[in-house]
């Protein structure tokens, strides 16, 4: 039962105790990988299968690409092999001789996917074609940190094919929008949706779409992009097809994933000086149900009627779990279950049985007056009014938190001065120019996201008049 | 619509043709892989789902394990390293340099997640501590065929440690049982169950129990296997347990795993001369509708009519498709969906409407004249029955073909000479000893499985006393 690091002041501390706390992860023998334990997992899950629905439901097909692309690959599209050649990982031997060409691990798939898709795109009766895979891969980075960067991580990469850039522009967009709702509707977080900036575009890409969450410690993170990628890609692979007015050109591409960072995300998000806060969505237990006894004659009724609680969930697909452990007390267990972040707590001891009631808390609440009893009979409708609660102040608390952190600025001195201490969304002026840009270099930080707004009149660099509002912030 | 090679007389061509006709599978740049097409990877994903639900009812939880593992840990169990070393793909180089250890692409994760049992398992309370993960897994495999050997897999692999022998030992024949069902009830594929001789068994393991399916050409595939480790194994990797009575040992170990290789079985037991055939628990499209018509008043009429039993379907879970392309004729597409082998076709054209109703037939059905006519009201109710037919005449029409493939013979030469010219499984008793087993290399044939029977006095090749009968056969 240790203290977690203080969350205001040791946030990284905090983070990494977490991850252990709560049964998410344990250290790997692999470099800069981790090895995500069941609780951890199972979040992952929940993503999924929520993604892998939606995506589906936009006809969005699931298909396999090989781990190993051949190393020739990733040079035929120059942007592209620029951004990744110093992450590659490169197999050089296999079946106990050294390979004629090396094959790459798979930093991303779109070159051997683009391979594929020249055999598979003749036509404009082809288009759109619509592939996703969940996968694993590997970027060989120089830190990492569980979730947030790690060298091996899994994701959904997703790559479709239009006969224009308009449909193209406008299913990346739509993506993007999914991603949105995934993110506040499902993970309770608020999240700021546009363009990166060139600089932060994908290697290869004509422009990006990025959706960044705003972390406790005021630093962003972009949880996810959507990519319209530069037809100089499929033509680089011979992807071509002969349009309805008979011309040969280059489908318009696009591609777009969400990894497993999303979960280092939940933690920095929603996460407090007792440990996980997790949404209701992707929490594997959503329901904890305490049984406090003393007597043997006490445990049979209580055991009896939290049973009961538990099988009503069950029936309605709400995962409740009965510590019946014997040997913690009820406040190790409260402990045990705060710390990985169980959305709502039932408490069942024999004055509750026999008042026909339990004791009902969620995971935001502090206080025992928090408490609030609750009839058996009502257990399950009580359960879902406060989920919905529950989720909707997950998702307000984390909107009023971005918001005290959300600065408007003039100038980059503003910005410059006030970074280190206020950590945050600097939303200011950009004239659109890479340098001054490039200035941010200096202070660490970056464009996070190019903004609809243009509250702002001048770059916030060079004073010249500001083609659109963008937000500057330091970043995981 | 090319014509498929002679299934009876070129099955090995005719598997080939098949994934490609079938839409499966394409070639893929990285040699000794393959690329899963959509329709391919769907029946993965229904395999998925219905492994995955089964497992977590005997309370096995998915977590996830670094792909790349350090070398050295592939050489602590020497049977291990012996059985796995020739077909290791090895990551030497990383981030631009080459790296101080090499990283081996697992070829299974025994030695990885051992590593990690030995920091989760320290007191009889720890167990049975159960895992699982769906991963990719490369082995460098000299010959490879789509989905029954490929350099780079899908599958899942099952872990689980327990306190006692018998513990372990009934758990992998629990997984045996659930893959059986699978196997049978799901895929409608006969198996036969049983151990593995020592010669056979998993590098490093104590027992192997093993699945085998016979396919129409007369070869024995191993669809799965479920292994009991070797107490060495944990012990390797410094796995010790205080147990109840205060002694400290080692856990019994065992792992268990089906991979996308239980797709090449479906093709080569279902499969007929028109193309693929699919078990309808597997099928992406279980009900394919084709609407006739010919002007555009009976086009309207019939594409209604096919909208509303497309909508019953969905209403239902059934995955029904309207096939409304307008280039091809009905004749074409019956083949098309022929060939992908989808279980039950619906025709309906104007005369049809009128008389409110469609004509069904199942992919198994040959002729016109088991075309039903089904009336519109009914068309889910006979659906489902159909559904029910066609999945028991599938497995039934395995088992026969089976059945006539199963000789019951004495003698090592009768195995010889039959063997060629009548492949099949071949049910003889054995002594047990592994020089007379050792003497089925030079008929390039191996023992499946040991099986429960003891027909059989005397074993096949020295003519000692028969320890028990064993199926002997060519295998994929």
């Known amino acids: 039962m240790n203290k977690l690091a203080d969350i205001s002041t040791q946030f990284s501390e905090w983070y990494q105790e977490v991850?252990?706390?709560?049964?998410?992860?344990?250290?790997?023998?692999?470099?800069?990988?981790?090895?995500?334990?069941?609780?951890?997992?199972?979040?992952?899950?929940?993503?999924?299968?929520e993604v892998d629905a939606k995506i589906k439901e936009k006809g969005v097909a699931n298909a396999y690409f090989p781990l190993l692309i051949p190393e020739s690959f990733l040079k035929k599209e120059a942007d592209h092999i620029a951004g990744f050649s110093p992450e590659l990982a490169v197999v050089t031997h296999a079946g106990g001789k050294q390979l004629e060409e090396n094959y790459v691990i798979r930093p991303t798939s779109e070159t051997i996917i683009y391979h594929m898709f020249s055999r598979w795109i003749k036509s404009w009766r082809d288009l759109p074609l619509k592939v996703n895979q969940w996968a694993n891969v590997v970027r060989w980075e120089m830190r990492t940190r569980p979730f947030l960067r790690t060298t091996e991580f899994l994701w959904q990469e997703g790559h479709t094919a239009h006969a224009t850039k308009e449909e193209a522009v406008a299913f990346a967009e739509s993506i993007l929008e999914l991603y949105r709702v995934l993110a506040e509707d499902f993970l309770a977080i608020p999240v700021v949706t546009g363009r990166k900036s060139k600089s932060e575009q994908f290697a290869g890409g004509e422009r990006t779409l990025t959706f960044e969450g705003l972390m406790q410690d005021g630093k962003a993170l972009q949880?996810?992009?959507?990519?319209?990628?530069?037809?100089?890609?499929?033509?680089?692979?011979?992807?071509?097809?002969?349009?309805?007015?008979?011309?040969?050109?280059?489908?318009?591409?696009?591609?777009?994933?969400?990894?497993?960072?999303?979960?280092?995300?939940?933690?920095?998000?929603?996460?407090?000086?007792?440990?996980?806060?997790?949404?209701?969505?992707?929490?594997?237990?959503?329901?904890?149900?305490?049984?406090?006894?003393?007597?043997?004659?006490?445990?049979?009724?209580?055991l009896a009627a939290a049973q009961a609680i538990a099988a009503a969930c069950k029936t309605e697909h709400i995962r409740a779990f009965i510590d019946e452990d014997t040997e913690k007390t009820p406040g190790a267990k409260f402990f045990h279950w705060e710390v990985r972040g169980v959305p709502v707590r039932i408490e069942i001891g024999p004055r509750d049985v026999a008042a026909g009631s339990c004791m009902?808390?969620?995971?935001?609440?502090?206080?025992?007056?928090?408490?609030?009893?609750?009839?058996?009979?009502?257990?399950?409708?009580?359960?879902?009014?406060?989920?919905?609660?529950?989720?909707?102040?997950?998702?307000?608390?984390?909107?009023?938190?971005?918001?005290?952190?959300?600065?408007?600025?003039?100038?980059?001195?503003?910005?410059?001065?006030?970074?280190?201490?206020?950590?945050?969304?600097?939303?200011?002026?950009?004239?659109?120019?890479?340098?001054?840009?490039?200035?941010?270099?200096?202070?660490?930080?970056?464009?996070?996201?190019?903004?609809?707004?243009?509250?702002?009149?001048?770059?916030?660099?060079?004073?010249?008049?500001?083609?659109g509002d963008v937000l500057v912030a330091k970043s995981y």
């Open 223 to 302: 949880m996810g992009t959507s990519h319209v990628l530069a037809q100089s890609f499929p033509r680089s692979f011979d992807v071509f097809f002969q349009d309805k007015d008979g011309t040969i050109t280059s489908p318009h591409c696009t591609s777009w994933g969400i990894t497993t960072r999303l979960i280092g995300a939940i933690i920095m998000v929603h996460g407090d000086d007792r440990g996980l806060v997790l949404p209701v969505p992707v929490a594997p237990i959503q329901v904890v149900i305490v049984p406090i006894f003393k007597t043997d004659e006490e445990k049979e009724k209580v």
């Open 360 to 467: 009902m808390m969620d995971r935001l609440s502090r206080d025992k007056k928090d408490k609030k009893p609750c009839a058996l009979t009502e257990v399950i409708s009580t359960l879902k009014n406060t989920f919905v609660t529950y989720q909707k102040n997950l998702f307000e608390k984390a909107k009023q938190r971005r918001a005290a952190q959300w600065y408007h600025v003039k100038t980059f001195d503003e910005v410059a001065t006030q970074l280190e201490q206020k950590p945050g969304f600097y939303q200011v002026g950009w004239c659109g120019n890479g340098e001054c840009e490039a200035s941010l270099k200096d202070i660490k930080a970056t464009i996070r996201c190019c903004l609809q707004e243009h509250k702002q009149e001048y770059c916030f660099v060079c004073g010249a008049k500001s083609t």
């Open 19 to 49: 991850l252990v706390a709560a049964d998410l992860i344990d250290q790997s023998p692999t470099k800069g990988c981790m090895v995500i334990k069941p609780y951890g997992y199972a979040i992952w899950e929940f993503i999924q299968a």
